[in-house]
């Protein structure tokens, strides 16, 4: 869990067949709502359809760093509670790096497709006046799996949602039926190790999680 950083650089070298179905053999007991694993994944090697796969989620892609270069700040924490880094300088360079994976995404050898099937789906939160976060939480529970095992096999991942947003088009270029919802692609191959996060920072456990009371820092 402290070691799978995103992956935004992979070498072009294939990913053996029993390599990756070890991953989504072991991903595939995670939980999920009734037990009803309604998941669905498209496993894309051919490099046509990987290209395709690309240009829509850069499609996507370039719309959204406009507006996330218009508001570059940001925390960074190295897990102590001290401060790092701030502004635009850090969150500039994890824009760039992200521009440059969304660049040579029809590089990575694996681009996985993943949907959930919606008739197994208790959207719970769907009459609150937001945006719903329920609906897709089984499907997330393997994804987080199959990063974890991507690990564990020497493999670098990346979770993008971008392609969501092109469902229509991805649903007919892989032949999906109706019935599922695209929830995530994942990028799976072997990373450029020179180029990859040697430590992974996150904010310490005492700013996310509370006792009792919201805002009441848990600790030890």
């Known amino acids: 869990m402290r070691h799978t950083p995103s992956c935004r650089y992979f070498r072009p070298d294939p990913v053996p067949a029993e390599v990756l179905h070890r991953v989504l053999d072991n991903a595939r007991f995670a939980s999920s709502g009734g037990n009803r694993q309604g998941w669905?994944?498209?496993?894309?090697?051919d490099p046509d359809l990987r290209a395709a796969v690309a240009d829509l989620h850069r499609r996507q892609w370039d719309a959204y760093i406009v507006h996330a270069r218009e508001g570059v700040v940001g925390y960074q924490g190295d897990g102590s509670g001290k401060k790092m880094e701030h502004g635009t300088a850090y969150a500039t360079r994890r824009l760039n790096r992200t521009d440059e994976f969304s660049a040579r995404l029809h590089e990575v050898p694996v681009l996985l497709v993943c949907y959930v099937e919606l008739a197994t789906?208790?959207?719970?939160?769907?009459?609150?006046?937001?945006?719903?976060?329920?609906?897709?939480?089984?499907?997330?529970?393997?994804?987080?799996?199959?990063?974890?095992?991507?690990?564990?096999?020497?493999?670098?991942s990346a979770l993008t949602t971008l392609l969501a947003a092109e469902q229509p088009s991805v649903d007919e270029l892989l032949g999906?039926?109706?019935?599922?919802?695209?929830?995530?692609?994942?990028?799976?191959?072997?990373?450029?190790?020179?180029?990859?996060?040697?430590?992974?920072?996150?904010?310490?456990?005492?700013?996310?999680?509370?006792?009792?009371?919201?805002?009441?820092?848990?600790?030890?």
């Open 40 to 45: 669905r994944l498209v496993v894309v090697t």
């Open 176 to 220: 999906t039926p109706p019935g599922y919802a695209l929830g995530a692609l994942v990028a799976v191959g072997w990373p450029e190790p020179d180029k990859q996060y040697r430590r992974l920072s996150r904010k310490p456990v005492e700013e996310i999680a509370f006792t009792d009371q919201w805002g009441r820092p848990f600790t030890r």
């Open 121 to 156: 789906l208790a959207v719970t939160d769907s009459q609150l006046d937001r945006p719903s976060v329920v609906g897709g939480g089984s499907l997330y529970t393997l994804i987080q799996n199959v990063l974890l095992g991507c690990t564990a096999e020497g493999l670098g």
